[in-house]
C-alpha cells in the first residue's frame, strides 16, 4: 500500500452544480481545467506519486483525466479509481457511461467502498480518499454537499488543501 504522505486526492463537484453544466467547451470550464492541471503538476512536483479519484461525474473526470495526462509524461505516476458501489455511473448519459468506463480503465488501482449502493457509500468513498492522502485538490463553490462535507473532513484530520475556485465569470469579463 502507498504511503498516505506521498498521495493526493480530489474533490470537486458535479456538472448539475457547475455554471456551464455539461459544456466543457465552456471558457470557464477551460479556465477550471488548466487550474486543475497546474495543481496536479504542482502536486507531482511537490513530490506527490499516487493519485486517487471518486471517479464522480463532472470535476472528478476533469481530474482524472490531468492525471492520465501527467502519467504519460511521468512513469512513476500511479492512479487509483475508488468507487463508491458498482452502480455508480448507471444513471449517467451513455457518454458519461463511456468516458467513466475507459477512465476506470486506465487507472492503475481500483477500489471499491461497497459492493453495492446505501445511502452512505458516497461519503464513505470521500473519506477514504481523505483517509488515503495529505493532500486534497477541491474544486469548489462555497456551496454546501458533497463536496464542502469532504473538505471540512480533511481539515479535521489534518490534511492539507489546495483550493481552485469555480469560475463563475467568463474570463474575457474581468
Known amino acids: 500500500m502507498r504511503g498516505r504522505q ?86 449517467w448519459p451513455e457518454a458519461e457511461r463511456q468516458r467513466y468506463r475507459a477512465l476506470v480503465k486506465a487507472c492503475d488501482d481500483e477500489t471499491m467502498v461497497a459492493q453495492r449502493y446505501t445511502a452512505g457509500c458516497m461519503q464513505r468513498r470521500n473519506r477514504y480518499l481523505v483517509d488515503h492522502s495529505s493532500l486534497l485538490i477541491a474544486a469548489y463553490d462555497g456551496s454546501a454537499g458533497g463536496t464542502r462535507n469532504t473538505i471540512q473532513y480533511a481539515l479535521s484530520q489534518g490534511v492539507q488543501i489546495a483550493d481552485l475556485p469555480i469560475p463563475a465569470e467568463f474570463p474575457e469579463s474581468k
Open 6 to 91: 506521498w498521495s493526493c486526492s480530489f474533490t470537486g463537484h458535479r456538472p448539475a452544480k457547475l455554471p456551464w453544466g455539461y459544456r466543457e467547451e465552456d471558457p470557464r470550464c477551460l479556465v477550471l481545467k488548466r487550474r486543475i492541471r497546474d495543481a496536479v503538476e504542482a502536486a507531482y512536483q511537490e513530490g506527490y506519486r499516487h493519485f486517487l479519484c471518486g471517479m464522480a461525474m463532472g470535476c472528478d473526470l476533469y481530474f482524472c483525466e490531468c492525471v492520465l495526462a501527467l502519467r504519460s509524461r511521468h512513469g512513476d505516476v500511479t492512479l487509483e479509481a475508488v468507487l463508491p458501489c458498482p452502480e455508480q455511473a448507471d444513471t
